[in-house]
């Protein structure tokens, strides 16, 4: 009645196996460390940098405890911060030649102290958040005007080249605010206006006004389209973000969305807040522009001769020189799409771009006239331009066209990445700006470790006293439940916070209330005369219901958080819900498995250690602990 068959053992061993496994990391502290990172679009970070770092060490007369590849950036490992900070200076001083113009950014950082075969797992510690590990929070509001502003641009130049080739006669197009103003003689020419803005302008809505002899049009931008370009001008920022604030890598960025307007930017671990808005503040912009293929240009990129008069001298990715002219043909402003692919017939990896109608105006008639040269794409940043790819002209272009060549699946995600996230889709502005210290935040993690321990001990002694020996099975399925929190908190790599502490507190309380349930029913059917084994199977399954009822509808309220709340909530929220979902393993399956382990062998079992089981008045002589 009261035995658990072999396999269930074995889950129960292997989870917990599992969960001390990727909570271990978590114990292991963190080592000051240097981490290098590409700032520019086309400074890529391989073996070869990990190389110039251990160079740059070795003749400082410093040793790293570890130099690694880590994705996207070399991290160099000491034991020490002044180690450290003496790093930061060697390694700056050997990568960053020109400080004007830097092509690396060299940050200080802290790494796991986990070995290696934990790595090897991918056991990691969970992140710490910035209200535990100090560092710089950002409120950017987005100037939405500026983005409808710039949409309505773009639309009467759209316009104007429409009505050139429908033929239609006009006495000017103007934008007016958010509006595009267009004058016409006739009232057919209106009419007609008004059907080419149907067909080809659904974003727009116009009314027509009759002035004197003349009509006037004013097209305004539809609520819906409004709406449309608000959010792909946010979500474009906080790509854009994203794409900058990584590549610094001092940690766990958090850049997400607050209203309809705004965006919270934290950087745990940042300190330098001048830092930081440089980064934030980069601007990026890309222009198109035709390769000089004149003899004179050969020789600038063979020989480094004197480059022709109305061209200049780039660098391409692998570090070889483009000569490219001076007059731009398109600049990102007419980008209006790119995305990674491949080519239908040769496989190869691809960029297929989308230009809006002024663009692919442009591009049909300079493709037309350039065919069989090369077309240059160059990323400037902070006025220094690189050029990203430089395709030959296969055919005639339009509005969509595709950047094809020797390209890998991964630079052609990237490429796609920079050419639609290179610049700002609106202009923004810091409207709150705080920091907050690593001192605060060491404070803060004793705190919330402190809450935990004692509201965990407290917790364990009560059930201890009140239900005996199974307040001690109860305590230990406490603790396992502590365990796997714990352990998928890290696994999922999630960001824990000051409120998601105060969750995991919480959960403690909520989950121990499960097995408060068990015991109370056990104890009443023990003082119905029910015999032991009886009244523990019976406790435990007529307890049950209550305890699914309860968690289900308490989880419904933790989603209803994490679904529609945001910052400090959310991780409020996260932690909560894992919680309610390993207390129904530890308080129920874990539970029972160490009872079942400790009474289900004895068959002739008289009494159980559950304390004292008050029984009714009529036998209150026969009151008696057990």
């Not at 950036?73 to 113009?101: E, G, H």
């Not at 759209?158 to 006739?186: P, T, W």
């Not at 009314?207 to 006037?216: H, I, Q, T, W």
């Not at 202009?427 to 004793?446: F, K, V």
Request: proline share 4%; hydrophobic share 45%.
């Amino acid at each position: 009645m009261n035995r658990y068959p072999v396999w269930k053992y074995l889950v129960i061993a292997a989870t917990l196996l599992v969960a001390a496994l990727y909570t271990l990391p978590n114990f292991f502290g963190e080592a000051p460390a240097v981490q290098v990172s590409s700032l520019k679009a086309m400074a890529k970070v391989d073996g070869a940098t990990v190389t110039r770092v251990e160079e740059a060490l070795k003749a400082a007369g410093l040793k790293a405890e570890q130099v690694s590849l880590d994705g996207t950036s070399v991290r160099a490992r000491f034991d020490s911060t002044d180690l450290q900070l003496k790093a930061k200076d060697a390694i700056q001083r050997a990568l960053i030649t020109d400080p004007a113009d830097p092509s690396y950014i060299v940050a200080l950082n802290l790494i796991s102290r986990s070995p290696e075969w934990l790595r090897r797992i991918h056991a990691a510690p969970m992140y710490l958040g910035l209200d535990l590990r100090g560092g710089v929070h950002f409120m950017l509001q987005v100037d939405m005007q500026a983005a409808l502003t710039k949409r309505a641009e773009s639309l009467a130049g759209d316009l104007r080249l429409a009505m050139r080739e429908k033929s239609l006669r006009h006495g000017g197009i103007s934008r007016n605010g958010q509006a595009v103003e267009l004058r016409v003689r006739d009232q057919a020419t209106a009419d007609a206006t008004r059907t080419l803005l149907q067909e080809q302008f659904p974003d727009l809505q116009a009314r027509v006004e009759a002035e004197g002899s003349e009509f006037k049009l004013v097209a305004g931008i539809k609520p819906e389209a409004v709406r449309r370009v608000q959010e792909q001008a946010l979500k474009q920022n906080i790509m854009t973000l994203h794409n900058r604030i990584n590549e610094l890598g001092v940690a766990e960025p958090v850049i997400q969305q607050q209203g309809l307007d705004r965006i919270v930017v934290q950087l745990p671990g940042v300190q330098d807040t001048a830092k930081a808005k440089d980064i934030l503040g980069r601007t990026a912009t890309l222009e198109m522009r035709l390769v000089d293929e004149s003899a004179e240009a050969r020789a600038a990129e063979l020989s480094g001769g004197l480059v022709p008069f109305g061209s200049e001298k780039f660098l391409e990715r692998d570090g070889r020189v483009v000569i490219v002219k001076k007059q731009v043909v398109l600049t990102g402003d007419s980008l209006t799409d790119a995305q990674p692919g491949f080519d239908s017939q040769t496989q190869q990896p691809k960029v297929d771009l989308t230009v809006d109608a002024k663009g692919g105006r442009i591009m049909r008639d300079v493709s037309r006239e350039n065919l069989k040269k090369r077309m240059a794409i160059v990323l400037f940043e902070k006025g220094k331009g690189e050029v990203l790819t430089a395709p030959v002209i296969q055919g005639e272009l339009g509005n969509r066209f595709q950047i094809s060549g020797s390209m890998s699946t991964v630079e052609a995600n990237d490429l796609a990445l920079l050419l639609r996230a290179g610049s700002l889709a609106a202009p923004m502005e810091i409207i709150e700006e705080r920091t907050i210290g690593p001192s605060l935040g060491a404070e803060n993690i004793a705190k919330g470790f402190n809450s935990v321990t004692w509201g965990f001990v407290v917790i364990v002694a009560f059930m201890a006293l009140y239900y005996m020996l199974f307040g001690l099975f109860s305590g230990l399925a406490l603790a396992v439940n502590l365990l796997l929190l714990v352990a998928v908190l890290s696994m999922l790599q999630a960001t824990l916070t000051l409120p998601g502490m105060a969750a995991m507190a919480l959960a403690l309380g909520m989950a121990i209330d499960s097995n408060v349930l068990i015991n109370e029913r056990v104890r009443e059917e023990l003082r119905n005369g029910v015999a032991p084994q009886v009244a523990i199977n019976t406790g435990y399954d007529r307890a049950w219901a209550t305890i699914l009822d309860s968690n289900i509808t308490t989880l419904i309220a933790g989603l209803a958080l994490l679904a529609f709340g945001s910052g400090p909530v959310r991780g409020f929220a996260v932690v909560h819900c894992i919680g309610i979902l390993t207390s129904m393993f530890s308080a129920v399956f874990f539970s029972r498995a160490l009872v079942n382990l400790w009474y289900g062998r004895q068959k002739k079992l008289k009494s159980v250690s559950i304390g004292t089981i008050w029984r009714p008045q009529a036998q209150a002589g026969q009151n008696t602990p057990r």
